[in-house]
Nanobody, 114 residues
Framework: QVQLVESGGGLVQAGGSLRLSCAASRSMLINPMGWHRQAPGKQRELVARILSGGNTRYADSVKGRFSIFRDNAKNTVSLQMNSLKPEDTGVYYC?????????WGQGTQVTVSA
């Protein structure tokens, strides 16, 4: 079993920045790693993901504002969120895939006030 432990999140004004971090509890290849988010009343959606080789994918709504990074040696993934908008508000979940199994963090709240 692998646990994904998130940190970061919080309340920020529109235009501000936040950084989310996620660490895997065991040293094993988890690929890809990334972040999903869920806004109230909406389905969970992919925000960004990154492969161990560095290939990234972003939701159209966050391109140019968010950046995802990973440290393969430490099995961590981070999400730098800039120019935040109220519509970025939601619970952000770290996730990772190993083999056929998905792993999820407990979620961290991000609230962007207008």
């Amino acid at each position: 079993q692998v646990q994904l432990v998130e940190s970061g999140g919080g309340l920020v004004q529109a235009g501000g920045s936040l950084r989310l971090s996620c660490a895997a509890s065991r040293s094993m290849l988890i690929n890809p790693m990334g972040w999903h988010r869920q806004a109230p009343g909406k389905q969970r959606e992919l925000v960004a993901r990154i492969l161990s080789g560095g290939n990234t994918r972003y939701a159209d709504s966050v391109k140019g504002r968010f950046s995802i990074f990973r440290d393969n040696a430490k099995n961590t993934v981070s999400l730098q969120m800039n120019s935040l908008k109220p519509e970025d508000t939601g619970v952000y979940y770290c996730y990772g895939v190993r083999g056929l199994k998905d792993y999820w963090g407990q979620g961290t709240q991000v609230t962007v006030s207008a």
